[in-house]
C-alpha cells in the first residue's frame, strides 16, 4: 500500500516570489508520481507526472517537480508566482502495476498567493 | 479534457434517503474511479471500475454501492444518506494503457440534513 504526506497545508506567497510544495511518499513497490492542481469549484487538473527517466519533470504553467527516490519525495516547484496560481495542490501517487493503478492523494496544499 | 460529466452537481438530502450519483465519459475509458474530498483528507478512494460488471472497493466504501452496466456510465448509491456522507465526490477515469494518468469530472457537492 501506498501513504502520501504533504507537509504544509497552507502555503502564502507573495507575487513574483518561488515557491515549494512538499511531497513525501511512502510505497513498498515502485510507484508513478503526480501532481494535480484544483481551482476553485473546479475539479483536478493534471500539473506534472513523473513515470521514469530524468528526475526533473516539468509541467504546465512553469511548474516543475524533482523526484527524489533515496528521500522518497517529489517537491513541486515554480520559481516566480502569479495571483492565478491560487489553487489546491495535490500530490499522488500509483503503482506501477498493470491493474487499476489507483491514486493515493495527499490531504492537500492550499497555495495562497498576496499581490 | 476527457469528456466527463457528473450529475447532478448539487445535491442535499435527508439523512436515511437513498441518493445515487452519475458519473459519464465520453471517451471510452476502461478503468473509472469514485473519490470524496474531504477538509484535511485530500481525496480517497470510494469504490473503482476495471470494466463493465468489474467493480472493487477503495479506501472509504462502507455505506456506498457502485454499479457499471456500460462502458460509459459509473454509478455511486449512497443506500442510506448519513451526515458523514456529506463531502464533495469526485468521478475519474483513466485508459487501458499504462503510463496514463486519470482524468476528473468537476465533482458533485453532496448535502445530508
Known amino acids: 500500500a501506498q501513504s502520501v504526506t504533504q507537509l504544509d497545508s497552507q502555503v502564502p506567497v507573495f507575487e513574483e516570489a518561488p515557491v515549494e510544495l512538499r511531497c513525501n511518499y511512502s510505497?513498498?513497490?515502485?510507484?508513478?508520481l503526480f501532481w494535480y492542481v484544483q481551482y476553485p469549484n473546479q475539479g483536478l487538473q493534471l500539473l506534472l507526472k513523473?513515470?521514469?527517466?530524468?528526475?526533473l519533470v516539468k509541467g504546465i504553467n512553469g511548474f516543475e517537480a524533482e523526484f527524489n527516490k533515496s528521500q522518497t519525495s517529489f517537491h513541486l516547484r515554480k520559481p516566480s508566482v502569479h495571483i492565478s496560481d491560487t489553487a489546491e495542490y495535490f500530490c499522488?501517487?500509483?503503482?506501477?502495476?498493470?491493474?487499476?493503478?489507483?491514486?493515493?492523494f495527499g490531504q492537500g496544499t492550499r497555495l495562497t498567493i498576496n499581490p | 479534457d476527457a469528456g466527463i460529466t457528473q450529475s447532478p452537481r448539487h445535491k442535499v438530502t435527508e439523512t436515511g434517503t437513498p441518493v445515487t450519483l452519475r458519473c459519464h465519459q465520453t471517451?471510452?475509458?476502461?478503468?473509472m474511479y469514485w473519490y470524496r474530498q474531504d477538509p484535511g483528507h485530500g481525496l480517497r478512494l470510494i469504490h473503482y471500475?476495471?470494466?463493465?460488471?468489474?467493480?472493487d472497493k477503495g479506501e472509504v466504501s462502507d455505506g456506498y454501492s457502485v454499479s457499471r452496466s456500460k462502458t460509459e456510465d459509473f454509478l455511486l448509491t449512497l443506500e442510506s444518506a448519513t451526515s458523514s456522507q456529506t463531502s464533495v465526490y469526485f468521478c475519474?477515469?483513466?485508459?487501458?494503457?499504462?503510463?496514463?494518468?486519470?482524468?476528473f469530472g468537476q465533482g458533485t457537492r453532496l448535502t445530508v440534513v
Open positions: 475519474a477515469t483513466r485508459p487501458p494503457l499504462m503510463n496514463t494518468e486519470a482524468f
Open positions: 510505497s513498498s513497490v515502485s510507484v508513478y
Open positions: 513523473y513515470l521514469s527517466g530524468s528526475t
Open positions: 499522488a501517487v500509483s503503482d506501477q502495476g498493470q491493474g487499476a493503478q489507483k491514486l493515493v
Open positions: 471517451e471510452n475509458h476502461r478503468y
Open positions: 471500475s476495471y470494466g463493465v460488471k468489474d467493480t
